[in-house]
């Protein structure tokens, strides 16, 4: 029978000693596609609130980062640890690109349908790829740039179909994707100093103020 574990040290090391190596990677994919999912829902709530309720985006992003930082400290005291930063330089680069980009998406939702606002956002990986090339030289792909190139053609046919006659209003979930792609960036070069949750912690805490 596998070593009982205690909830404190189950707590500090979560499935590390309780699920096998491919457990653990069908359980991370599946929590990416819980977060997309819940992400979505939550934009949805922005719609459904706008028929009863006068609520501003920006008030949906504050409520999102406080909510998110008190959930963060739970999880912090439980596991009994602080958080421990390093470079705070890529720790508010990181806070600050995320708060831009989740007003910005929330803000396309608002004035844009939940689709375009949604389809927009999702366009983070073409910009991140792009960004990457000039800034992670050594994961540049020719053939990923190709398929930047195919995708930009995708976005400007959502921007302006048929009558080619563009939506400003699309621009907020155009600068959601731009600004989600250098969130992204940051989270990638913070992960390889600082643990999730003191990156949690700084992202929540100053998206809040």
Known sequence: MP?????????????????????????????????????YFATAVIRWSQAEVDISSSFFAFARFVLGFFVILAIMGIR????APR???????????NMIAVFCFYQAVAVTSLAEGNILNMT?????????????REQR????????????????LILAPADIKPNILNLWGLA??????????YLNMSRQHHDTETILFYMFGLGGI
């Open 124 to 136: 983070y990986p073409i910009f991140l790829a792009l960004i990457s090339w000039f800034v992670l």
């Open 176 to 185: 959601s994707g731009v600004t989600a792609a250098l969130a992204i960036l």
């Open 80 to 83: 009994g640890r602080g958080p």
């Open 141 to 156: 792909d020719m053939i990923s740039l190709l398929m930047v190139g195919a995708a930009f053609a995708g976005i400007w």
């Open 3 to 39: 070593e009982s574990i205690s909830f404190a040290n189950f707590a500090k090391n979560p499935f590390s000693k309780t699920l096998p190596p491919k457990m653990i990677t069908l359980l991370g994919i599946l929590c990416v596609f819980a977060s997309a999912g819940f992400f």
């Open 87 to 97: 470079r705070y330089d890529l720790l508010i680069g990181r806070a600050v690109y």
